[in-house]
Every structure is written in C-alpha cells, then in structure tokens.
C-alpha cells in the first residue's frame, strides 16, 4: 500500500511538473527563439530556390545549404551557432509536448497522436541541428556530387529482403506528409498556430496569406521527396532518391522549370514570414 501511494505521488508530481513546464514562461520564450531560427532556414532556402531559377548553381536549396550559405555572411558562424541554439530549443519544445503535453485533449487517442506528431516534430528539428553543427565545425560534406546520406541509406536498406517495398512505404509516407501540409494550407488549419490578436486585422489577414503560400509550396517540396524515394524504389536505383536539394533540381530540369522553381522559393520563403509572424504570435 505504501509502495502504491509512493508510486502515484511520483506520478501526480511528474504530472504537475509537466504542466509547469509546458505553461512556464521560459518555454514561451524558448519557442519563440527556435521559431526565429526556423524562419531564417526557410528564408534562405526560398532564396537560394530563386537564385537557382536565375541561374546561380553555388548554393544548394536545403537546410544544410542554407546554414552554409549563412556562413558566407559577416559574423557567419555566429549566426549559424544562433540558429543551433534555436534548433535545440525547439527540439527541446517539441520533446516536453511529446512525453508531457497536449493534456487538453480529453480523447486519448488524439492526445496521442498530437504526442506522436511533436515527437516526430522533435526528429526533424533535431536533424537540422545537428546537420548545422556539422557545417559550423566544417565537417559536413561540402556538397559536390558525391552520394548523399539519404542516397546511402536508401542503398542500404535496398539490398535488404524487402527492400524496394520498405523505400517505397517510406516514399509513399513522405508524399502523405507534404499532402497534409497542402490541405493544412487549404483549409487555413495553420491559424491555429496564431493567437487572436495574429489573426485580426491587415497584418492578420497577411499573415494567413503568407502561411496559405508557405504550407503549400512546403507540401508541394515534401512530396517531390517522397515522389524521389518512390521512383527510386521502382527503378531499384538509390541513385534516384534525395533530400529537397535534389527534389528541387529536379524541378528545373522540368519544362518552365526555373518559373516552378522561383514560385516554390517564393513560397518557402512566405512560410519562413509565417514562421516569423507565429513566433511574434505563438498559440500553443
């Protein structure tokens, strides 16, 4: 009885403290930093796109290219640090809602799912961390043509029983993933991510345009990846697989590729304005 009472203390404390964490104002603060930090990735790769449709093949349009563009700037690797910084912030955000958050919801199964998605939130963030401490500390690859990470492990997982099946699965849920961020766009789902004051007036009004542009051209990014990781296992060549760099090059080897191209960059570019705009108007 005694270990029973020890063990539901512990539990309503780890609960309580879970709340505290998720309503401090230091998580607030938090959030809004990492978002800043988003936004200035999808920035710079909305204007390495447009730089790609004009021509200019220095820069490669991914999150990598980005922080390696950034560090051309004056005080470059200062700012790539802060993006770091920013990077782990959210992923710290997105990994207390994982394990902690969304009690709100009174069906389980929704809060579930709201956990499972800030935990794959949570990756993702993670990823473009570490990528970015890899070119802070130039020891990420420099971008030639050599096979990418995701060209490797497509490979690898190819020669397993299997394996064109398990790339196309994954293909196929990346596809999903940039389908739902169309109709998030779409049905302006993304409002929810403003508070009240974010969706009044002009600036409001702005800002659901931005996020409306950015949801799309972001969705429509995922699923040329996902459509990448398909063909690919189709073909049974890894080759033919590859991040949003290739996915966007691939764009422009398309008829009226650079205009796709520039209105894709255009796009990523409104989503980082969006991002922007959340974090000067965080709902969570």
Known sequence: MTTGNTT???TDRARQAGHQ???SDWLDKAARVGLVAYAVIYLLVGWLCVQLALGDHEGRPSSTGALRELTQQPFGDVLVWAVIVG???LVLWKG?????GHRDETDSGKRTRKRVASAFKAVLYAAVAISGVGVATHSSSSGGKGGSSSTTWTATVMDWPGGQLIIAAVGLAIIGYGGYQVWTAWTEKFAEK??????????????????????TAKGLAIGLVGGLFVYAAVTHDAQKSGGLDQALLTVLRQPYGPVLLGLI??????????TLARARHLSR
Do not use: P, T, V
């Open 96 to 100: 207390l809602e994982a394990l902690l």
């Open 87 to 89: 990077m782990f912030l």
């Open 8 to 10: 539901g203390n512990l």
């Open 265 to 274: 960059g255009l796009g990523l570019a409104c989503y980082g304005l969006f």
């Open 21 to 23: 964490a998720q309503h």
């Open 194 to 215: 403003l508070d009240a004051e974010g969706r009044s007036g002009q600036s409001g009004r702005a800002y659901l345009a931005f996020g409306k542009a950015g949801y």
